[in-house]
């Protein structure tokens, strides 16, 4: 039986691919194999030494000490893709928010009063105040061409818009995914220079901490606006606000409120409602439990964001070793020499390395006796093991 903390609601619909008879699942359990995670701040938390992977049912992984992790010989998983249309949709709703002024019309709306034709009087002369501005032929800039990213970047284009995307490591299958007609930008300065509409989809990691910052939203085209559904550290909102109060940005839509930001009249602010969709819900819960039962069951690895991938199905009758070592040279030999001085025949191995960690899934035809996974945690440079019984 797995034992699975959950840190955060996760949807049912993911919870449910975790059967009964082989998980148990609560947000108060004693030393867990796994954790299910959203937002939920795990930097702080004292993770117990029982956690054999951590799952988070989402994309950013900003809230999970991932080297740490590493260090422990942990996998962090998340559901690359299964929110993006659903922030890709709010990106869109805010854009258009901003360019027509639709926060500050409908709270307009929402303080007049008086009988219907005083309401109507007030309207015909009040609506000049929210003249907007309309999408056709203006340009948007994408500084991250990831799963979020081109979704947000080929909408825009849909929409009429001019639109640049920048993205230093942009993978193959999101390169398949953007329409042509996006434009490359060589660096996010010439991004951000050629741009009116901005919209970050980058993770929030050393590198993008304060990516917006003053100088850049100076390099802005007139009448700027800022679209930030990624990370608040991403964005930063002291230079937004000055820039907003100056005139040289338009409007701030992001998805993080502050104090900085709240009550301001040109920030549109949603409470980080990017995944929020009974459908990325299920998608992002469904994926990542799925393999997070398939690394405890199996000790195979999809979508990791610290492992490399690794697949081997899983024989009948076999008994499978799983080890993490430091990606250093000779450590297979070593494995492979203290399986032999046992007289444990390999079936089959797998060797997969990943920056500086190597996974290792070695499957035998007997059973692997305590002794053995013993000596093989003992190599200096292996991280973890555990031994998967044949079934
Ligand atoms: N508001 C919300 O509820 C949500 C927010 N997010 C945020 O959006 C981020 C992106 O999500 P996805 O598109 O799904 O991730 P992704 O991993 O598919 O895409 C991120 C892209 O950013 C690129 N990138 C990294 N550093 C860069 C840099 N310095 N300059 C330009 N490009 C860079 C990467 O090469 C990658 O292609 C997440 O990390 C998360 O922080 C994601 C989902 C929901
Ligand atoms: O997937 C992400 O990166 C998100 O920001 C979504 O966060 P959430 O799962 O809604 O707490």
Redesign the pocket.
Known sequence: MFKIQTL?NISVNGLERLPRENFEVASEIQNPDAILV??ADMHKLDIPGSVKAIG??????NNIPVAQMSKRGVPVF??PGA?ANA?KELVLASMLMASRNLAQSLDFVRKLDGDDKAMHEAVEAGKKKFVGMELPGRTLGVIGLGAIGVKVANAALELGMTVYGYDPAMTVQNAWQLNSGVRQAVSVDDLISKSQFLSVHVPLIDATRGLINAERIRLMKKQGVILNFA?DAIVDQAAVIEALNAGQLYAYAC?FPSNALKGHPRVIATP?????TGE??DN?AVMVADQIREFLEQGTIRNSVNFPEAQMPLLPGKTRLCIVNENVPNMVGQISTTLAKHQLNIADLLNKSRGDLAYTIVDLDAQVPDVVEREIAQIKGVLATRTIAAR
């Not at 988070?56 to 992984?61: F, L």
């Not at 980080?272 to 929020?276: E, K, N, Q």
Request: hydrophobic share 30%; proline share 0%; net charge positive.
């Open positions: 955060n959203r937002s988070r049912a989402g994309a950013g992984t998340n559901a929110n922030v990370r998805d980080h409602l990017g995944a929020s990325a819900e992002c």
